[in-house]
Nanobody, 127 residues
Framework: QVHLVESGGGLVQAGGSLRLSCAAS????????MGWFRQAPGKEREFVAA????????YYADSVKGRITISRDNAKNTVYLQMKSLKPEDTAVYYC????????????????????WGQGTRVTVSS
């Protein structure tokens, strides 16, 4: 079992930055591959970024490339999502998720691929 807790969300003006954190606990959590998803009001959950368990490979949604960076610190059992140049359309609840198996970007961007989810942290970007 893997337990995930997100933090770092809040209200920020357009053009600002935020860093989200996802603290993980449980058995062999450092061997899990991690993803970030977001869900805006009235919209489906969408993929943001993913990182493999070593931190060597990453994937990003086209809509966030160049503005968002995913990273992890296995010594702290934490995954980060550094967001800059935020836009109002980035407003959403952001969720981290964990899965044992790393696959290509098509698979890693599917929310139903992941085994464990956090409760989410809300990000609001004002214009």
């Amino acid at each position: 079992q893997v337990h995930l807790v997100e933090s770092g969300g809040g209200l920020v003006q357009a053009g600002g930055s935020l860093r989200l954190s996802c603290a993980a606990s449980g058995r062999t959590v450092t061997s899990y591959n991690m993803g970030w998803f977001r869900q805006a009001p009235g919209k489906e959950r969408e993929f943001v970024a993913a990182i493999d368990w070593r931190g060597d490979s990453t994937y990003y949604a086209d809509s966030v490339k160049g503005r968002i960076t995913i990273s992890r610190d296995n010594a702290k059992n934490t995954v980060y999502l550094q967001m800059k140049s935020l836009k109002p359309e980035d407003t959403a609840v952001y969720y981290c998720a964990a899965v044992a198996t790393w696959r290509n970007v098509v698979v890693m961007s599917r929310y139903d691929w992941y085994d464990y989810w956090g409760q989410g942290t809300r990000v609001t970007v004002s214009s």
